[in-house]
Structure formats: C-alpha cells, structure tokens
C-alpha cells in the first residue's frame, strides 16, 4: 500500500505513518513549550513580575531548560505503589491527547486525516485519558492522589455532556455547502446546502462568511466552561488543587513521568483551543469569506488559526490570573443542574431549525436568552447561598457534644 | 452531591470506610507546621484532629533567663509577621511594673507602627487567602507588593525586615528617620491602591462569594466560649476590640469603631480584615497630626532594670486577636515567668467546630480564614 | 488540704494592707462567691482573687453564670511555678458585656499537683490546660482530652515539665536526644 505525503507520491503507508506521527510529536512538543513559556510570562504579567528572563534571550530557552532539567531527574516510584498502574498511568493520559491531533484542522487541506466523523472521534478520544487520571491516582498508594483522581473521573465524566452536547448543537445545524470537499473546485452556491456534519473540515468550510460564534453564543460559552473544566484548568482546577490535594493524581510523578502528565495537560489545551477555533470562531475560513477557489495562501491560513486558538488560550491563562477555585460539589451541581439543562434546551431548539428549515438568526437570539439565563442563574446562586446542608450540621452536632 | 448520598443503612450491606487523611506538617495550606488529620467520608469532614507544637522552642521558658530587655527579641519571633504589636505587650507589661511613664511622641510612633505593622500582616493574610481559595499567586503577588512597602519602611526605621526589636521598656530604641512622616503617608497611599485592588479582585467575585459564604460559621456564643478574638471574633459580630474596650496608649483620642460582621463565616473574616485595613490607614492618619517631636525615651532608665515585685497581665491588640503577657516578676532583673497568651491558639481550637460537616477544600480555606501564624501558636 | 492552702497563701502575702478594694468589682466578686474562701489581692492592672483548689472551678462557674458579671471569656490559663511555695495555677477571666477583668489564682502544693478541668466551665480551657499540664505537671482531672499539645506525643514526657524551675537549660538538647533515641557521640561525629 502506497500514499501522498508533501506532494511525494508513493510513500509506503508505514513510513508516511510514522512521517506523520514525528510531526505531531515534534509540533506538539515544540508548541507545548512555547506554551509553557506563555503562560509563565502571560501569568507574570498579571502579577506585575516579569517572568522568566534569564535563560536564553527574554527567557525563551527557559522551558527548554526545564524539560532537560525533568528529564534528568530520578524517576522514583513509591514502594507501595502499584507498579503496573503507576507506570502505565503516564502514557494514558498522553497518547489520547496525541491521537486527538488527527482531526485538527490546520489549514484549508493540511490535516492529518480527514475524518468524516471527526467531532465523534475527537469527543471519544479525550474522554479516554479520565482512565489514566484514575490510574495515576490508585496507583500511587497515595490518599491525595485518590482523591485527585476520583475528583478528576468525576468531574471529567460530568462535563463530558456539556461540552458534548455543545459540539452536538453545532454539527447538527451547520450549513454544509452541497458538494463535499472531496469535489474540489466545484463552487456551492449558497442556495445548494444540507444541515449537519461531524466532519471538522466541512465544518470550518460552512463557517467562510459568518462564524458560528453569532449563532451560537450560549453554546460558546458553554464549550468554553466545559473545556475548561475538562482541561482542569482554573476554576476547575479541582483534582489537581494545589492548596488541597497537592498535585492531585501527579504528587508521587516525578522526573519523565510527571513532564508527561504536563506535555499532555498543555499539549490538550492546545487540541482544545484549535477545536474552539475551528468549531466556533471559523479556523482558516473566516475571515476570508471564500473557499477553494482561490484559497488564500496557506500561512495566512495558519497565522488566522494560530491567532483564533491563541485568543483561547489567553482567555484561559487569563481566567487561571483571576479567578478562584470552586468546590466540588458546586462543580458537580454546575453541570448536571445548569449546563446540562440549557444545552438540552438548546439542542431541542437546534433540532427544531434543523428541521422545520427555520433561519439561523432564531438561534442567535435563542442562544442570547440562554446566555441571560445563565448569568441570572449563576448571580442567584451567589446572592442566595445555599443554607449548610442538614448532614453537614448534624455531624457539627455530633463533634460538638 | 456528596452529602445527599444515602446512609450506610440505606445503601444494605454494602460497607463503608471512613478514610483518613494527613494534611501536614508539610503542605502548601498549613501556613507553617501545622498539621490536622481529616477523616473524610468522601468529600465531607466528618472529624478533624489538630496537632500543634512542631515549632515550639521554649520562649516563654527562655525569656525566664534573660534580662527584660533581652526578652524583646523573643517576643518578635513568637509574632513574626506582626512583631511590633507582639513587642508592645511585652514592653507594655515590663512598663505597668516598674511604673515607668513613656513620652508621648515615643506612644504615637509606636501605634503607628503597630497600626502598619497590622496593615502587613492583613495584607500577608489576604495573600495567602487567596492561594488557599485557589487563585493562582496573583493576591498573593498583590499582597506581597503591599506589605513590601511596609517591611521596607521597618527596615528604614528599625534595620530589620522582620525581627525589629525597636520597642523598648520606657519609648524607643532610637529616633525614627527625618523623613519618618512623608515615608509613612507614601506607604499608605500605597495600602489604599492595594486595598482597592483586593476589593475588586476577590470581594465580588462570584467563585470566591460562593466558596466562602455560609462556610465554617460559628456563632458569636460559641467564639466567645472558645476563646477567640480579634478580626475572628469580630466576624462573628462581637465587637470585642481591645484598642476600643481597654484603650491602651492613645487609643481613646482616636475616633474609629470596631468593626463587626454578621455571619461569622469565612467571607465575615476575610472582610472583616479587609476593612481593618482601610481603619488601619485611617488611624495612622489621626496619629500622624497629633504626632509632635519630643523625646523617645523616658528619663531616667536604668541601664539594667530591675522590677518590683508583681504581676500583669498586659493585653494589646495584635492583627491576629488579643496578644497578653503574663509577666510575674519577683524582683531582679529577669522576670520569673513570662507566658504568652496566643491569639492564634485559642482561635485554633474552633477549627474542628467549624470543619466537621464541610468538605474538604473548605476545611483549608477555614484554616486559612483563622490566619495562625505557627510560631505564635507553639512559641 | 484547703487550710494548708490557705496557710500558704497567708505567708507568702504577709504585708496585707487595710484596704476594703470599693473602687473594684471586688464586692460583687465577694457577693457572688457564696460559700468559696476567697481572698482579693491587687495587682498592677487587675484585681486578684485567691480561691483554694478545692472550690476553684465551682467558683469560676458561679463567677461565668452571675447575672452581675458574667465572666464569659478565658483570656488565658497558665500556671506559675513558686519552687517551694507550690505551682499557681492562674486564670485570667474577662467579662465581654461588662468589660470586667478578673485573675483568678488557686496556689498546689507540690505533691499534690491535682485539680479539676475548667473545661464544662469554658471550651477555651481545653489546650490550655493541656499546655499547663505538660509544661508544669499539673494533672487536670476530668479533662476530656488529656494529650500532651506542644510535647512530641510518640515519647514519653511524662517526667519532663519544661517550665518548672527545677527543668534545666543546658541539657535539654540531650535529654530529648536520648530521649528520642539518638546516639549522641554518633550525632556528633558528622
């Protein structure tokens, strides 16, 4: 069997494979440092520090320096710990964030694979490093690490829904031009279109004039929650909480293994961002507002690409700046309680426009109430605290007789 | 929801396991050494056991053989983050037994500093508050910046950062710099800006709201039982506030009240401290136009003091709550019992009232809400 | 066992003014302690009352529950360690809607350093106590958590009351070595 890569016909499909695979890896390791760096000068900057700056010029080579720094390190496994469990954690968590790449999007036809049900595959494979997390946490013989990783499956499984039901609302109603990508430079006209597609190409092609962002904004916003919260990330940062459970499912990683739990929790967000970006903000077709014919050149592509998922990423590294924690609880009853009901909502009312063949302005304003619902809601919530549960005082009872 | 699980009467046979947990010595939310262990159904404290003393060192013990005045420098390591006010008692009760009369510019600096010194330590509280409730390092980068100004101006004053030993029995150690009142008006316009910053930061902040509201309350019966005082007992709407109910110094020509809160929960404390803050600065305000020069010292001192017999309880108020010395003097020159009443101790023993039936993460933030400092708590 | 306390007490404040204490809460303190031997005494900030160990915690939790006073707050709770004279167990009592301050004194003889817990009587005696019994040998009878709160709990110091006068300075760091287990010589070759 026999393939294209770079425009080389005839590659053997092992070596285009593992030609493919290097790239990943070297694309993603080279991108996560970066991040890395970003976040440290980006979070200083909030705290009125400077940052790193003094490995290499302005600090850049500082990541580069802390990757040979872990990767020197002992790789210490506690002796209780289960061996199998706690070695395999890493790679876990690693290899789904690494498999999730496929679908990316980066330029009109640079990809990895085109996946027609890309948006299934992606939402499968992240939900898949939830195991490793819970590995992590069991086998370390650790009670930090136990409950970091039982805070991590549980609160992964909960907002599994939101932000699978976010895509959902999305792929169900995008206006996917009728003549698929693979017809080339037949041109659709906009009259000429079907509802629906998981593929995130067709998907980042529907959005060439306007983005999903103006018809759907409650379903945004919602993504945005969720993706933080499956990212772990400030104010979701629950199963890693430094100020609780040290480290969570990572406090006995040390040396390669824990910087693979870090690769994988930057190399994620990175997926997540350029996800948000294709899936909401238009990755390489909007702003353009053409496609095919004649493409813009492809580095104006990845600039548009690079500049969408880095807007997302600082939105995150700028709520990680500002924001604290929430509890579990109020995590957990966030999801099921909220989320989860509007987006039903809103899947209900997609479902509706997709197939009565109503105009998509009912979702912006559909989605505009739903953004009102929520900030109502959350502004209640913390107006009216709950009263302390009846068990919570009846064990106070107890202790204080 | 974890604490709507259904009982273990409930759930049959199916048997369960308390698990226990260490937190501490060594952990990111134990401000020092201390250390608890939680015993946790899931989620929920359901008991909590304190352990202290791994910072005792023996003060009271050792000030029983030194001079009075070499016991300064102990008193400042009991109390680091507040050492002025920590000193004050101290000199204060060696002041009430020898009948000495301190000049009256040597009080007004001394509850300016006491009054800055508090505006650090609160700020030090706010800082490490806001890592507890899970933001990451930006109020504790604000807070640092805040009791930055104050510490620089201590060490301008007394040469030290932390450990001052300025405060002698009779007025001073030495003169505050020419440019004392200037310096001072500058780091209070810096606190001002600072105390605004945490304000718009954390106070109205939904997350933070919900995190702390209605957690770790405890009613103003039961804080008055246990012991508490200070910005905690205020919280609970006691306003117990010694610079008010026993003025010491000059207290009583200040114009200000004490400042209380209703719920007596974590949000109570930590606004309760934030105000105390912004008084803080006003009360500075007021000592700066009253203060006139003259001298530091009282006339007269002995280069060894030696005291009468006696004793006193000396109570001042410290950022943390009500900081006593008990100092029992039999004649001579080294006192024959000094202890040290902590604030941080007896507010400590209402962790464990205020934890069992919160989760986990609220446990630390109550912890974090009581602002100990260990070395106060074990001396 | 009172009378030799208050034998005690008589010797060591032998030079007793006539002084009637009207400018103090003292006569409310003296209406109060019905039945309770009690002595005031002045000091430089707040009136002192002397009560024998025997009555010490009843009159206490008469002085808590007064409607007059209401010593609801323990400020502190210490002892004093007298040599000779005994071991004082003082407490330092404060009235939070009167503002009245009292110190309260019970003076143990050194063979017999026992005395109930003022625990039922406030929460805030509990490591107080604790603290008073480790440093000073005082055994409070009744305590609900009698554990050493400062002293390691894993060795036994059950003999060591630091702030006794009796306690040494110099050798602490080699009594809690061998305590501990440490070989001292080996300690010090490195």
Same mark, same amino acid.
């Given at each position: 069997m026999s393939t294209e890569i770079f425009g080389i016909e005839d590659v053997n499909v092992w070596v285009d494979g593992l030609i493919r695979v290097l790239l990943i890896v070297g694309f993603m390791t080279v991108v996560v440092m970066g991040l890395i760096y970003g976040e440290r000068k980006i979070l200083a900057r909030f705290q009125q520090r400077l940052g790193p700056t003094r490995t290499g010029p302005i600090g850049l080579l500082q990541s580069v320096a802390d990757a040979l720094k872990l990767v020197g390190k002992e790789d210490l496994r506690p002796r209780n710990a289960d061996p199998w469990t706690f070695e395999l954690a890493p790679y876990l968590v690693f290899i789904p964030v690494f498999l999730g790449f496929v679908i990316v999007p980066f330029v009109l036809d640079w990809q990895i694979r085109i996946l027609e049900l890309g948006l299934l595959y992606f939402v499968a494979v992240s939900g898949v490093n939830i195991v490793g997390w819970i590995m992590a946490g069991w086998g370390s013989d650790n009670r930090y690490a136990m409950i970091g990783g039982m805070r991590a499956a549980a609160q992964g499984i909960s907002y599994e829904l939101p932000l699978v039901l976010s895509l959902l609302a999305v792929a169900m109603v995008v206006e996917v031009p009728a003549p698929v990508i693979d017809g080339a430079a037949s041109v659709a006209s906009d009259s000429e279109y079907v509802r629906g597609s998981l593929n995130l190409n067709e998907i980042v092609a529907a959005q060439h004039e306007v983005p999903n962002l103006v018809w759907q904004p409650l379903v945004m916003i919602v993504f945005i929650i969720a993706a933080l919260a499956e990212l772990n990330r400030t104010p979701f940062d629950i199963p890693v909480g430094e100020s609780e459970v040290v480290g969570g499912p990572f406090v006995e990683y040390s040396g390669i293994r824990w910087s693979m739990f870090f690769l994988a929790e930057y190399a994620a967000l990175l997926i997540m961002a350029l996800v948000f970006a294709a899936v909401f903000l238009g990755g390489w077709a909007w702003p353009f507002g053409?496609?095919?014919?004649?493409?813009?050149?492809r580095w104006a592509q990845a600039l548009a690409v690079a500049a969408k998922a880095g807007a997302f990423i600082f939105l995150v590294f700028w709520i990680r700046a500002s924001v604290p924690r929430l509890r579990i609880d109020q995590l957990m009853s966030f999801s099921w309680k909220v989320l989860l009901p509007l987006m039903l909502v809103q899947v209900l009312v997609n479902g509706l426009v997709l197939v009565y063949?109503?105009?998509?302005i009912i979702l912006t304003v559909v989605g505009l109430a739903g953004v009102v619902a929520l900030a109502a809601i959350v502004d209640r919530a913390v107006r009216h605290p709950r009263p302390r549960p009846a068990v919570a005082a009846q064990l106070q009872g107890e202790a204080a007789s | 929801m974890v604490v709507d699980a259904p009982t273990p009467s409930e759930a049959g046979d199916f048997e369960t396991q308390d698990l226990l947990i260490n937190v501490g010595?060594?952990?990111?939310?134990?401000?020092?050494?201390f250390r608890m262990v939680l015993e946790i159904d899931g989620e929920v404290v359901k008991d909590l056991v304190p352990y202290i +003393?791994? #910072?005792?060192?023996g003060a009271e013990k050792l000030c029983e053989n030194f001079d009075f005045r070499q016991g300064i420098g102990y008193m400042d390591r009991t109390e680091y983050l507040a050492a002025h006010n920590a000193e004050l008692s101290y000199v204060m009760a060696v002041e009430a037994l020898a009948e000495i009369e301190v000049p009256e510019r040597a009080q007004w600096i001394r509850m300016i500093l006491c009054e800055l010194n508090r505006i650090s330590s609160h700020f030090m509280f706010l800082g490490a508050f806001g890592v507890d409730v899970g933001v990451f390092g930006t109020p504790f980068i604000y807070a640092w910046r805040e009791r930055e100004a104050v510490i620089d101006l201590f060490e301008e004053i007394?040469?030290?950062?932390?450990?001052?030993?300025?405060?002698?029995? +009779?007025? #001073?150690a030495w003169e505050v710099p020419v440019n004392f009142e200037e310096r001072v008006r500058e780091v209070l316009a810096s606190s001002r800006q600072g105390v605004k910053d945490f304000d718009g930061l954390l106070t109205e902040n939904e997350i933070f709201i919900a995190r702390t509201k209605n957690v770790g309350v405890i009613s103003a019966e039961d804080a008055i039982e246990i012991g508490m005082s200070g910005p905690s007992l205020r919280a609970s709407g006691v306003p117990l506030d010694l610079r008010k109910t026993e003025p010491y110094m000059y207290y009583d020509q200040l114009e200000f009240e004490p400042i209380t809160a209703e719920g007596g929960d974590v949000f109570d404390r930590y606004l309760v401290r934030l105000k105390e803050i912004s008084q803080s600065i006003d009360l500075i305000e007021q000592c700066l136009e009253r203060l006139e020069a003259g001298p530091i010292m009282a006339e007269k001192m002995p280069r060894m003091l030696r005291l009468p017999e006696g004793e006193a309880y000396m109570r001042t108020e410290a950022p943390r709550g009500e900081y006593g010395i008990y100092m029992v003097s039999k004649g001579g020159n080294k006192p024959h019992r000094v202890k040290v009443r902590s604030a941080c101790l007896s507010n400590l023993q209402a962790l464990k009232q205020m934890s069992v039936g919160q989760y986990v993460a609220d446990a630390i933030i109550i912890l974090g809400s009581i602002d100990i400092v260990l070395s106060e708590v074990d001396r | 066992m009172t009378t030799d306390d208050g034998g005690n007490d008589a010797v060591e404040e032998a030079p007793e003014p006539p002084d009637t204490f009207e400018d103090t809460i003292w006569p409310d303190v003296n209406r109060t302690l019905t039945a309770v031997d009690v002595r005031p005494e002045r000091s430089v900030l707040d009136l002192i009352v002397h009560i024998p160990k025997a009555d010490v915690v009843r009159g206490l939790g008469m002085l808590k529950n007064d409607e007059a006073l209401q010593f609801n707050y323990l400020r502190s709770l210490t002892a004093v360690d007298n040599e000779a004279d005994g071991v004082d167990v003082v407490y330092h009592l404060y009235s939070v809607p009167n503002k009245f301050n009292l110190t309260v004194k019970t003076t143990l003889p050194n063979d017999d350093k026992v005395l109930d817990t003022a625990t039922p009587v406030w929460q805030a005696a509990n490591w107080l106590e604790r603290e008073t019994a480790e440093m000073f040998g005082v055994t409070f009878t009744g305590h609900p958590d009698p554990r050493p709160l400062l002293m390691p709990e894993d060795v036994d110091m059950s003999d060591t009351h630091p702030l006794l006068k009796s306690h040494p300075y110099a050798e602490i760091d080699i009594l809690q070595g061998e305590l501990l287990g440490h070989d001292r010589d080996a300690d010090e070759g490195d």
């Open positions: 053409i496609w095919m014919d004649d493409a813009p050149p063949d109503w105009p998509l | 010595p060594q952990h990111p939310s134990t401000h020092g050494v +003393g791994y #910072l005792h060192r007394s040469g030290d950062r932390m450990m001052y030993a300025y405060f002698r029995p +009779g007025g #001073l | -």
